[in-house]
């Protein structure tokens, strides 16, 4: 450990929270191994400089997104402005810490990037400085969007309406509805997006992944073997577990609500199911409706987050309510914007985990052993949430949408019923495997130090 002492490694994390998280997390684990952390940040979706860790040194990306850019529904626009804008401050400011670079003992190791940030390539590049690309999903996931020109070639892509209960047979127990879409975007400029995404890897020092083998083993053999047999892959995962304890509002965009633990200290053991979909997924009024009356027909409290912008045309969460739904519910109901998650999922109260199954909400609930009902919406979630359901069986799927009385059966399957100890059962084990996994001796406890061996190899 001492010999990584002063060693400098850059992380660059793409700017939305799913992405943040990790990455943040991947620079606490590194520099409690003795490497000294410059982060990059752009100046859309800053980090919040009160909760910024005092051990690192922050460098802010400038780029000039307008107001309508930044308004984009269609996320792969968003992602090719913020790829061209970026280029030059990063260029400018990766010159500036490697021109520093020159006076001290100890030179930058690496930068650490996000494979849909495929500027940093080049870049990186033309300093020859390595760059190794953590990718923030799944390693589940990561296989089925390296296997994309396969997809298309076999005629899985575009994915057709008509088929999607169709089994994707190269990719048990994958169906066509599973396959990563993303909503309000081109599927052509998806696919071009993804096979760029696919394609960084390959020209990096490594790839790394918040996974652990015991849970994704087998889609880490795939992509070692079949994708990228030529460049070290890591997987240390769950990386919130990993590296030293620090509290999750160190990493929030937005402030969260701390309210959620003292209502949850006046809740029974395991009664609570706890909703949130992440920083992106939205729905409309009419499925809003569904929620809350699902959630209030199942009889369990319920800890909802309805963050601002997850009801389409509705910004008020109160205003999206029927009248008088909440004071019917009297204490049985707590809602709030944003939520300190891993210490709400780390709470005896929390019975269940309503999600739409983002990497990081899937593996924060399997760490705490928490059973999972998936109502994935985009991208990787399908994926996630069909090993959730049907691979690991540590949850319930929404299969056919959002309807109330569907919502109300699953949640009392779960919570309730007698089908849901196994579940819950399975939930704890696969808990345990994660914790062993970062025991000296497992899986994760491993590849760090390898990881850490291979960044001094630089
Ligand atoms: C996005 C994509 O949706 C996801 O599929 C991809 O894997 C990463 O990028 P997001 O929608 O934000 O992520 O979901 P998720 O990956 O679950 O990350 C959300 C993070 O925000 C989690 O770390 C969670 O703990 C945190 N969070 C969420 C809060 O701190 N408070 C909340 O109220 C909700």
Same mark, same amino acid.
């Given at each position: 450990m001492?010999?990584s002492?002063?060693?400098?490694v850059?992380?660059?994390?793409?700017?939305f929270?799913?992405?943040i998280n990790?990455?943040?997390?991947?620079? +606490?684990?590194?520099?409690?191994?003795g490497f000294s952390i410059?982060?990059?940040h752009?100046?859309?979706?800053?980090? +919040?400089?009160s909760?910024?860790?005092?051990n690192?040194t922050?460098?802010s990306? $400038?780029?000039?997104l307008t107001e309508?850019?930044?308004?984009?529904?269609?996320?792969?626009?968003?992602?090719s402005?913020?790829?061209?804008?970026?280029?030059? $401050?990063?260029?400018?400011?990766l010159?500036?810490?490697?021109?520093?670079?020159v +006076?001290?003992e100890?030179?930058?190791?690496c930068?650490?990037s996000?494979?849909?940030?495929?500027?940093?390539? !080049?870049v990186?590049? !033309?300093?020859?400085l390595?760059?190794?690309?953590?990718?923030t999903?799944g390693?589940?996931?990561?296989?089925?969007y390296?296997?994309? $020109?396969?997809?298309k070639?076999?005629?899985y892509? $575009?994915i !057709?309406?008509?088929r999607?209960e169709?089994?994707v047979?190269e990719?048990?127990?994958?169906?066509l509805?599973?396959?990563?879409?993303m909503?309000?975007?081109?599927?052509e400029?998806?696919?071009?997006l993804?096979t +760029?995404m696919t394609n960084?890897?390959?020209s990096?020092?490594g790839?790394?992944?918040n996974?652990f083998?015991?849970l994704?083993?087998?889609a880490? /053999?795939?992509?070692r073997?079949?994708y990228y047999?030529n460049?070290?892959?890591f997987?240390?995962?769950p990386f919130?577990?990993?590296?030293?304890?620090?509290?999750? !509002?160190?990493?929030s965009?937005?402030?969260?609500?701390?309210s959620?633990i003292?209502?949850?200290?006046t809740q029974?053991p395991?009664?609570?199911a706890?909703?949130s979909?992440?920083?992106?997924?939205?729905?409309?009024?009419?499925?809003?409706?569904?929620i809350?009356?699902g959630?209030?027909n199942s009889?369990?409290p319920?800890?909802?987050?309805v963050r601002p912008?997850?009801?389409?045309?509705?910004?008020?969460h109160?205003q999206?309510l029927p009248n008088?739904?909440l004071e019917a519910?009297?204490?049985?109901?707590h809602?709030?914007?944003?939520?300190?998650?891993k210490?709400?999922?780390?709470h005896?109260?929390?019975?269940?985990?309503?999600?739409h199954?983002?990497?990081n909400s899937t593996?924060?609930?399997?760490?705490?052993?928490?059973?999972?009902i998936?109502?994935?919406?985009?991208?990787?979630q399908?994926?996630? /949430?069909?090993?959730?359901s049907?691979?690991?069986?540590?949850?319930?799927?929404?299969?056919h949408?959002?309807e109330r009385?569907?919502?109300e059966?699953?949640i009392r399957?779960l919570?309730?019923?007698k089908e849901g100890?196994e579940?819950?059962?399975?939930a704890?084990?696969?808990?345990?495997k994660?914790?062993?996994?970062?025991?000296?001796g497992?899986?994760?406890?491993?590849?760090?130090?390898?990881l850490?061996n291979?960044?001094?190899s630089?």
């Amino acid at each position: 450990m001492e010999q990584s002492k002063g060693r400098r490694v850059i992380l660059f994390p793409l700017p939305f929270q799913g992405h943040i998280n990790p990455m943040l997390e991947l620079a +606490n684990i590194l520099h409690s191994k003795g490497f000294s952390i410059a982060i990059l940040h752009t100046n859309f979706n800053s980090l +919040n400089p009160s909760t910024r860790n005092p051990n690192f040194t922050y460098h802010s990306i $400038p780029v000039d997104l307008t107001e309508t850019e930044v308004s984009f529904k269609d996320f792969t626009v968003l992602l090719s402005i913020l790829n061209a804008k970026c280029v030059e $401050p990063f260029r400018e400011c990766l010159s500036g810490l490697l021109s520093d670079d020159v +006076n001290l003992e100890n030179p930058i190791a690496c930068l650490i990037s996000d494979p849909l940030f495929n500027f940093t390539r !080049s870049v990186a590049e !033309s300093f020859k400085l390595p760059r190794i690309v953590l990718r923030t999903g799944g390693a589940a996931s990561f296989a089925v969007y390296a296997a994309f $020109p396969l997809l298309k070639e076999k005629g899985y892509l $575009p994915i !057709s309406d008509s088929r999607l209960e169709e089994p994707v047979t190269e990719l048990s127990p994958i169906k066509l509805k599973d396959l990563p879409m993303m909503p309000n975007c081109d599927p052509e400029d998806f696919y071009q997006l993804i096979t +760029n995404m696919t394609n960084e890897p390959k020209s990096s020092h490594g790839l790394i992944f918040n996974t652990f083998e015991d849970l994704e083993g087998q889609a880490l /053999a795939t992509i070692r073997q079949e994708y990228y047999p030529n460049i070290p892959i890591f997987s240390l995962g769950p990386f919130h577990k990993c590296g030293p304890t620090t509290s999750s !509002s160190s990493t929030s965009l937005q402030s969260q609500d701390q309210s959620c633990i003292s209502w949850l200290n006046t809740q029974a053991p395991k009664s609570v199911a706890y909703v949130s979909f992440g920083s992106a997924a939205r729905i409309d009024h009419a499925q809003f409706l569904e929620i809350a009356w699902g959630l209030a027909n199942s009889g369990q409290p319920f800890l909802w987050v309805v963050r601002p912008g997850l009801v389409q045309q509705s910004e008020l969460h109160d205003q999206a309510l029927p009248n008088g739904f909440l004071e019917a519910l009297n204490e049985r109901a707590h809602i709030v914007k944003w939520a300190p998650q891993k210490e709400v999922l780390a709470h005896p109260a929390v019975g269940a985990f309503w999600t739409h199954c983002g990497w990081n909400s899937t593996l924060e609930s399997i760490c705490e052993g928490v059973p999972m009902i998936c109502t994935p919406y985009f991208s990787d979630q399908m994926v996630d /949430a069909r090993f959730v359901s049907d691979v690991w069986k540590v949850g319930l799927q929404l299969e056919h949408g959002i309807e109330r009385g569907e919502v109300e059966r699953t949640i009392r399957r779960l919570m309730v019923e007698k089908e849901g100890e196994e579940i819950k059962e399975r939930a704890l084990k696969l808990m345990e495997k994660a914790n062993l996994s970062l025991k000296e001796g497992g899986s994760s406890y491993q590849s760090l130090d390898d990881l850490v061996n291979h960044i001094l190899s630089l």
